[in-house]
């Protein structure tokens, strides 16, 4: 513990963030679109906590709801073990049994409803998975449907790209496995330096900042991973103000869990409340590149 604590304090690595607060600020506004409140509870600005951070903008009466957002990129998790044969686009569950049965009869290799199939949304992706020439198309690959979500940056529009490239990306060696591992499954996925690195940043966003969305579609847990760039900028804290949970695979809702004073940072938490300090640590240090100071943390009667 003592080594991974000194590791993290000597470098945290972290992709370059061309965005001032003031224009993350704003990509966020456009982002939230209809879902903007006209006078919102919350304004985004600099946190003592850490880089930046969502702020109470008056007064928050505890249960309140802070914000409901839409995610700019999500997919499958794909783990292994999981059910793969849920469509991309609804989650709904394609007629049949076997995967093969699932998969795109136009040999993307992604699993896909006969209702989305015909889609454009489906168009879009369909055509550039099949230039890249899936290699199975007899089972979902969960390498290849992992992918996914992160391969999905590539149809964002300019200012969604600008709000990706504003959110905190930390780095890992790791990190860069997860492009490999799908690249291995097409006979040609991109090489493109700047396509790899596109990709490899997007990776690094998701690591630092997704969510795992969870809801039941068909009598089954559909589980994705999500990026909500306003929601993500919530900093963590081990006794947190706020909670979340999902609507669909796609809405989060953000709510207070106790009165939140005006000025206050917005805080989450990013593990179980219920884990020991050790466990809380651990967790943080290796999945989130920090060691949390919270007043939790450094009091040795509680856990
Ligand atoms: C989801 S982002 C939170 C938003 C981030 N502050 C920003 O400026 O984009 C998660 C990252 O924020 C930082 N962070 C969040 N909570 C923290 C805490 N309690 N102590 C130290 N760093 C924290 C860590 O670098 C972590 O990897």
Redesign the pocket.
Known sequence: MAQMEQQLEQH?P?MA?SASTQELAALIDAHLGALRSPSPAWRVGD?P?????VFAARNIEKGEELFREHTLLVGPTAHRGRNLRTCIHCYHQPPGESEESALCSAGCGLPVCPDCAPSERHAVECQLFRKWQPKHLSIIEPRALRILSVVRCFFLSEPQRQLLYA??A?TDRYYMREVQRAAECFEHFPRDPDMLEYFYRTVCAFN??AFESRCHIDGQEVVTRALFPLA??????CTPNAAHHFEDGETIVVTATERIPAGAEI?MS?TKLLWSTLARKIF?GMT???????PRCQDPTVS
Not at 49 to 53: F, L, T, V, Y
Not at 232 to 237: A, R
Not at 288 to 294: A, I
Request: net charge positive.
């Open positions: 945290v972290q963030i946190s906590i850490s880089g930046r951070g959110m905190q930390n630092t900042n993500g900028l919530l900093n963590h804290q805080t990013y943080l989130k590149h920090f060691m949390c100071q919270c």
